[in-house]
């Protein structure tokens, strides 16, 4: 019923330059269809090849077909993992038991009859966003799409990209915490506490709870392409930095390594930690913790007094202003560059502290 409802504009053609001469809507089931079609049919994928160059895919009974498809690939894909998984056969049970948990989490439906719904409401949501922003990209990679033209884009560049992710430090960084995770058994039960805790319903009403409600709101601001353009700079300087900073020295990296070192546990060998007694997780847990049940933790209260007293005028309630949000803007940075009474101060008392020969 909902995609049902959903009009969404889709070009019907294009002109020499690329710009579309002719729209019509479709309705959000059509779209669907032709995206599954486009999943599971080869003749809309001529060209595609596995990230070896092979374009045909291997059936189970030994023959080929003879243009592989994303749902084709897409089973490989599990289809070796669980090949993978064969000369270790506990770790194959956890991966297919979280396999399982995983799928009845994202795609449990709720309700019935005329109004059922995900389980997981941000789909409802994300979903029709995610189509409408593969769709542009394709269009505007792709013009001429229509005219059976191939997509040297989705070909080469978007795969080159995804491969040169997957191959990536980052990628082998996050695998790397997930079998940390998995071999310690506390910290996965906490992590999984925590999530549950952040994202599970209302019970009393069956309503989203505040964090799901939040990611939805910041779905919705990602169609803001005007404010979210510097936003993403910003972002992008600080997990890259740039050819003025290398990148072991910008921020999200730096940021890491230091709290590598507060968490650190000593060795043998010495202790390089800062916080060897963990204190600073210590104190951490207490200051997200509330005293008594249905009141505020101490962080939330040093957060909604940071929240107020930043304002043009900390009496006033209510919204943000832009000139609140400005002001809020200048007392952080002055945090952050200030060297006489920023960060860059605690960051030389730190230094100081932990340095052998300061």
């Known amino acids: 019923t ?3 409802g959903m009009q969404i504009s889709h070009c019907e053609r294009y ?13 959000g089931i059509s779209v669907l269809a032709d995206a599954a079609r486009g999943f599971f049919e080869p003749r809309r994928n001529y060209g595609l090849t596995d990230r070896r160059g092979e374009k045909r895919a291997l059936r189970n009974d030994g023959t080929y077909h003879a243009q592989t498809t994303p749902l084709l690939l897409w089973l490989d894909g599990f289809s070796r993992l669980d090949q993978r998984f064969e000369h270790v056969p506990a770790a194959k049970s956890q991966w297919l038991a979280a396999r399982s948990a995983l799928v009845d989490a994202l795609l ?8 059922p719904r995900f389980a997981l409401a941000a789909i409802d949501v994300a ?3 995610l189509l409408k922003l593969t769709r542009e990209q394709v269009t505007a990679h792709c013009p001429n799409r229509t005219d059976g033209e191939r997509c040297a884009w989705a ?3 978007l795969t080159r990209d995804v491969s040169d992710w997957l191959g990536g430090a980052s990628t082998r960084h996050i695998f790397d915490t997930l079998d940390a995770l998995a071999a310690d058994e506390a910290s996965r039960r906490e992590l999984g506490k925590l999530l549950s805790y952040l994202f599970e319903r209302d019970t009393d009403e069956l309503t989203p709870s505040s964090i799901t409600a939040a990611v939805i709101d910041l779905m919705q601001v990602l169609e803001d392409e005007e404010s979210l353009h510097p936003m993403l ?4 300087h600080a997990l890259a930095g740039d ?5 072991d020295r910008a921020l999200a990296p730096s940021l890491l390594e230091l709290l590598a070192r507060f968490f650190d546990a000593p060795d043998k060998t010495g202790c390089t930690s800062i916080d060897p007694h963990h204190v600073f997780a210590f104190a951490l847990a207490r200051a997200v913790t509330p005293a008594r049940p249905r009141e505020r933790a101490p962080l939330e209260v040093m957060l909604d007094t940071m929240y107020r007293v930043n304002r043009v005028n900390p009496r006033e309630r209510g919204v943000y202003s832009p000139a609140d949000f400005a002001s809020l803007g200048h007392e952080m940075s002055t945090l952050m560059l200030d060297e006489a ?11 100081q502290a932990t340095e052998t020969n300061p």
Do not use: H, W
Not at 108 to 115: A, E, L, P, R, S
Not at 233 to 236: K, S
Not at 341 to 351: D, F, K, N, T
């Open 155 to 157: 070909e080469q560049e």
């Open 341 to 351: 009474s920023g960060l860059e101060q605690v960051y030389a008392i730190v230094r």
């Open 243 to 247: 050819d003025k900073l290398p990148f």
């Open 108 to 115: 449990k439906v709720d309700g019935g009859g005329d109004k």
């Open 15 to 27: 002109d020499s330059a690329g710009i579309c001469t002719d729209v019509s809507e479709r309705d």
């Open 233 to 236: 700079n910003l972002a992008a």
């Open 127 to 129: 979903m029709p966003m």
């Open 2 to 4: 909902t995609l049902g």
